[in-house]
């Protein structure tokens, strides 16, 4: 086992026993755990586990690694802290919470993945603390007309059992159920009629999701419809058939699409990264002298490279590495170097401005 490996088990270790301990103590030790969601609570500890294992090994990586330094660095910055806090309220409601990256993609791909992600995130907040213990209700000694929430153990607020909040509260999943199910019917038919999309899709990666989700909201109304509206009639078969939905979705959480979901508000830092490498200077370009990146970026690039074992350095000439010379020069050296050979046969050539074989060929650090 590698050192990448270990550490993430490590990790993934300490996070799944914070979690158990937080359900203990935030249940009152356990007093106020429902035995029934106990197979919930392991699908969870196992799914927490997993993604954390998943994360630290991805953040391992020294791209990676570089750029989410580098991103807290430039965040944390106090030249630019005042105004970085203003720019990152604007990006969670626009990126985040309107989704406007993905409007720019088409109407329907945003709209089907609005959908998604608000329901689950609906969900997710009603579901977690209610499985843990952490948040439960309760009527009063003698009045049968209210109910109390408790949370962490604690009475927080008490409203009518027959109000509009009860009835908006204890039907928060099926809200949430009724935004993810357009939001799946809407993906699935873009992945059906689309062929652009069709052509790189696969079944674990684009289709399962859907499926899942799709599982997990209609089981979840059948159960709402049928101690509603039908007095119980199959809700034991309907209960184990949502468990097992909802289990295997957590259980795959960590290795499939959804792992995306953890990977996403890193690019927040990417942003800041690249709007505060801006401020600080641009690289030109070691032959042309045209401004085409950041100064940070390319030196981060330059080190990320190195860390990799690769080498780009330049022997000789105007530029000391490779990533020193924008792409639109590469390209017109590359057209040079095959000019150079195609004509060394029939005579001398015009000297480079700076030794273009070495530039051509990079070597491999051993």
């Not at 170097?337 to 273009?356: K, T």
């Amino acid at each position: 086992m590698g050192h990448e490996a270990s550490k993430a088990i490590r990790w993934g270790l300490f996070t799944t026993t914070v979690l158990a301990v937080l359900i203990v103590v935030g249940s009152r030790n356990l007093a106020h755990f429902d035995a029934a969601l106990v197979g919930y609570t392991f699908a969870t500890l196992f799914a927490v586990f997993g993604i954390t294992y998943r994360y630290v090994m991805w953040l391992q990586r020294p791209p990676t690694a570089l750029y989410w330094r580098r991103g807290w660095q430039v965040f944390l910055d106090r030249r630019y802290l005042l105004g970085n806090l203003r720019v990152l309220v604007w990006r969670l409601l626009a990126v985040f919470a309107s989704n406007n990256f993905i409007w720019r993609r088409g109407r329907k791909r945003w709209a089907a993945h609005w959908l998604i992600m608000w329901g689950c995130v609906l969900a997710a907040l009603i579901t977690f603390p209610l499985v843990f213990g952490w948040v439960h209700f309760d009527m009063p000694a003698g009045d049968f007309e209210h109910y109390v929430v408790y949370v962490l153990g604690f009475p927080t607020m008490t409203f009518p059992v027959e109000g509009v909040l009860a009835f908006l509260v204890f039907h928060g999943l099926v809200w949430a159920a009724l935004l993810v199910i357009p939001g799946v019917m809407i993906a699935m038919h873009r992945r059906m009629r689309d062929h652009g999309a069709g052509a790189v899709q696969q079944f674990g990666e684009d289709f399962l999701p859907l499926i899942l989700l799709f599982a997990i909201s209609v089981t979840g109304l059948m159960l709402t419809a049928s101690y509603t509206w039908m007095r119980g009639y199959a809700f034991d078969f309907l209960a184990i058939l949502h468990a097992i939905a909802v289990i295997l979705t957590l259980l795959w959480l960590p290795f499939g699409k959804f792992f995306h979901i953890l990977q996403r508000p890193a690019q927040i830092g990417v942003a800041f990264y690249r709007d505060i490498g801006g401020r600080a200077g641009l690289a030109a370009c070691a032959r042309c002298g045209q401004e085409y990146a950041t100064r940070m970026q390319i030196d981060d690039l330059i080190e990320v490279e190195r860390r990799l074992g690769y080498r780009y350095e330049l022997g000789d000439g105007q530029a000391d590495h490779y990533q020193r010379v924008c792409p639109q020069c590469r390209r017109a050296m590359l057209a040079i170097a095959q000019g150079m050979l195609w004509s060394s046969a029939r005579g001398p050539v015009v000297e480079p401005m700076f030794d273009i074989a070495t530039m051509m060929s990079p070597q491999q650090e051993r």
